[in-house]
C-alpha cells in the first residue's frame, strides 16, 4: 500500500460529495488531503481546503496572455453554452490555483476534466509534472472506469483483469445484439423524490449564482431560456424526422452520424477539435459526393447541440436524413454502411460488431484495425470506397476478445459518480484508487 501521497481533489458541484467519500477513505490509509474549491456551494467540511475567492473586478484581465487560454476557451461550456462573453477570469483563476498548488505540492491531482477551473488545474499541473487523473466510466464492460490522464482519453494504470475468452465472447455478443447498454444510457425512473432533489439542486445553483459564482453556472434567465429553446427544437427535430420516415430505406450508401451530447466533455474536451457538430456535419456532407446520404441520428438525451443552426442547415440539405428521439439504434445501425464519430461510444461498438467506423480524434480504439482515424476529411471518400469495394478491414473474435480485455486491463470495477453511494461501491473504488496511487 502507498503510505503518505499528498493527495489533491478539485471540487465539482454534486461530483465533490463523492471526493470526499474517497478522502475519507484515503486518509484512514495514510494519505493528506487537500481540496481546491471554485464553486462555494460546495466546500467540504473537512480540514485542508482551499477555497478560490470569487474575484471582483479589478481581478478580470481581458488581455489572455496564455497560450493555453485559448484551448481551454475552445471547450468551456459557460462561454459556448451559458452565455459568458468573456474568459477575462482565467488569468486570476491561473493564478490563484498556481498559488495553492505550489503551496500544497501535491503528488497527484484527481478531479474532472469539465470545468473550465479544472481546465487550468490541468494546464498547470502539466507545466509542472504533477500527474492528474480523471476517473469516468470506460463505457464497456458495464459497471467499470477508467482513470484518465489529464484532459485526454488515455487510460492510467488499471485493474490487470483479464476475461475467459468464453466470458469476453458473452459480453461481446450481448453488445452487439445491444442486450446490454452503457451504465450512462439506462434510462432512470423519475419518481418524486428525483424531482425534490431537482428543486434543491436548482434553488442551490441559484443561490451560488447570486452569490458569485457565474463562471461554471448560467443565469436562471439564461438556463430557463436555454431549456425552452431545447425543448423547441426536439419538437422541430422530431417533425422533420416524420417527414423523413422513408428516406432511411432509401438504397443508397448512408454514413451513421450519431449526434454526442453537448456540453460534456466527452466531446467538448476530449473531442476538442471536432466539438462543433453542425461544422462537422457540414465537411462530410462536403467531402461525399451526391451519391451518399447522412444519417443523423439525435442523443436520447439532447441538450444544446441540438441547435437551432443545425436544424436549420438540415432542413436544406436533401442528403440528410434525420432519425426521430423515439427511433431505437438498434433499428437505425443494420441499416447504414458505416459509421462516422468523433469520441462516441459508438465506436467500441462497431468494431465489436465489425462495421465499418471512422473516427476524428485518435484514441486507442484506433489501435484496433477495424476502426479508422480520419485525419482530415477529404480522406473519408477513400475509406467509402473501401467500404464499396469490401476492403475495410475487419477482425476475428480473437481480436475482439483481446480489445475487451484491453479495456477491462486498464479499468477498474465500481462507478466513481455521487449517485452511486452505497458501501460496496465505495469500497471498490477506494481500491481502484489505492491501485492507481501504487503505480
Given at each position: 500500500m502507498a503510505i503518505g501521497r499528498r493527495i489533491l481533489f478539485v471540487e465539482n458541484r454534486y461530483r465533490t460529495y463523492f471526493w470526499e467519500e474517497m478522502a475519507n477513505r484515503l486518509e484512514k490509509d495514510g494519505h493528506e488531503i487537500y481540496?481546491?474549491?471554485?464553486?462555494?456551494?460546495?466546500?467540504?467540511?473537512?480540514?485542508?481546503?482551499?477555497?478560490?475567492?470569487?474575484?471582483?473586478?479589478?481581478?478580470?484581465?481581458?488581455?489572455?496572455?496564455?497560450?493555453?487560454?485559448?484551448?481551454?476557451?475552445?471547450?468551456?461550456?459557460?462561454?459556448?453554452?451559458?452565455?459568458?462573453?468573456?474568459?477575462?477570469?482565467?488569468?486570476?483563476?491561473?493564478?490563484?490555483?498556481?498559488?495553492?498548488?505550489?503551496?500544497?505540492?501535491?503528488?497527484?491531482?484527481?478531479?474532472?476534466?469539465?470545468?473550465?477551473?479544472?481546465?487550468?488545474?490541468?494546464?498547470?499541473?502539466?507545466?509542472?509534472?504533477?500527474?492528474?487523473?480523471?476517473?469516468?466510466?470506460?463505457?464497456?464492460?458495464?459497471?467499470?472506469?477508467?482513470?484518465?490522464?489529464?484532459?485526454?482519453?488515455?487510460?492510467?494504470?488499471?485493474?490487470?483483469?483479464?476475461?475467459?475468452?468464453?466470458?469476453?465472447?458473452?459480453?461481446?455478443?450481448?453488445?452487439?445484439?445491444?442486450?446490454?447498454?452503457?451504465?450512462?444510457?439506462?434510462?432512470?425512473?423519475?419518481?418524486?423524490?428525483?424531482?425534490?432533489?431537482?428543486?434543491?439542486?436548482?434553488?442551490?445553483?441559484?443561490?451560488?449564482?447570486?452569490?458569485?459564482?457565474?463562471?461554471?453556472?448560467?443565469?436562471?434567465?439564461?438556463?430557463?431560456?436555454?431549456?425552452?429553446?431545447?425543448?423547441?427544437?426536439?419538437?422541430?427535430?422530431?417533425?422533420?424526422?416524420?417527414?423523413?420516415?422513408?428516406?432511411?430505406?432509401?438504397?443508397?450508401?448512408?454514413?451513421?452520424?450519431?449526434?454526442?451530447m453537448q456540453p460534456e466533455a466527452n466531446l467538448d474536451v476530449w473531442g476538442r477539435k471536432c466539438n462543433n457538430q453542425l461544422q462537422v456535419i457540414k465537411n462530410i456532407i462536403q467531402e461525399t459526393d451526391e451519391r451518399i446520404y447522412l444519417v443523423v441520428k439525435p442523443n436520447p438525451k439532447s441538450k444544446y447541440e441540438l441547435s437551432s443552426e443545425l436544424i436549420d442547415y438540415i432542413q436544406q440539405e436533401e442528403r440528410i436524413i434525420v432519425v426521430h428521439h423515439d427511433v431505437r439504434m438498434n433499428e437505425i445501425f443494420p441499416k447504414v454502411d458505416m459509421v462516422i464519430t468523433v469520441t462516441g461510444t459508438i465506436t467500441m461498438e462497431c468494431i465489436w460488431a465489425n462495421k465499418p467506423v471512422v473516427t476524428l480524434v485518435r484514441t486507442l480504439y484506433n489501435d484496433v484495425a477495424n476502426a479508422i482515424f480520419l485525419e482530415k476529411f477529404n480522406d473519408l471518400q477513400l475509406c467509402i470506397d473501401m467500404v464499396r469495394k469490401n476492403e475495410f478491414p475487419c477482425i476475428d473474435d480473437k481480436q475482439k476478445v483481446a480489445f475487451l480485455n484491453r479495456i477491462t486491463r486498464t479499468s477498474f470495477a465500481g462507478m466513481p459518480y455521487e449517485i452511486n453511494m452505497d458501501e460496496n461501491n465505495l469500497e471498490q473504488c477506494k481500491i481502484a484508487f489505492e491501485k492507481v496511487l501504487q503505480v
Open positions: 481540496f481546491i474549491v471554485e464553486n462555494h456551494a460546495f466546500v467540504p467540511k473537512r480540514k485542508n481546503v482551499y477555497v478560490i475567492p470569487y474575484p471582483v473586478r479589478k481581478n478580470l484581465n481581458e488581455i489572455n496572455s496564455r497560450i493555453e487560454f485559448e484551448k481551454i476557451k475552445c471547450s468551456d461550456r459557460a462561454i459556448n453554452y451559458f452565455e459568458l462573453t468573456s474568459s477575462n477570469h482565467y488569468e486570476y483563476y491561473y493564478e490563484q490555483i498556481k498559488a495553492y498548488i505550489i503551496k500544497i505540492k501535491p503528488d497527484i491531482v484527481f478531479g474532472e476534466s469539465t470545468a473550465f477551473h479544472e481546465l487550468l488545474t490541468i494546464e498547470i499541473c502539466k507545466g509542472d509534472n504533477i500527474l492528474y487523473l480523471h476517473p469516468s466510466s470506460c463505457r464497456y464492460p458495464v459497471g467499470r472506469f477508467s482513470f484518465y490522464k489529464y484532459d485526454t482519453l488515455e487510460p492510467y494504470g488499471g485493474s490487470e483483469e483479464v476475461l475467459s475468452e468464453m466470458n469476453a465472447m458473452e459480453i461481446v455478443n450481448n453488445i452487439v445484439r445491444r442486450a446490454i447498454v452503457p451504465d450512462y444510457m439506462k434510462k432512470k425512473k423519475v419518481k418524486f423524490s428525483t424531482r425534490y432533489a431537482r428543486l434543491k439542486e436548482l434553488i442551490k445553483l441559484t443561490l451560488a449564482y447570486y452569490g458569485g459564482e457565474r463562471y461554471d453556472t448560467p443565469s436562471p434567465i439564461v438556463k430557463y431560456f436555454l431549456e425552452k429553446r431545447k425543448k423547441q427544437n426536439i419538437l422541430r427535430w422530431n417533425e422533420l424526422a416524420n417527414n423523413q420516415l422513408k428516406k432511411i430505406e432509401l438504397s443508397v450508401f448512408k454514413i451513421l452520424y450519431p449526434l454526442q
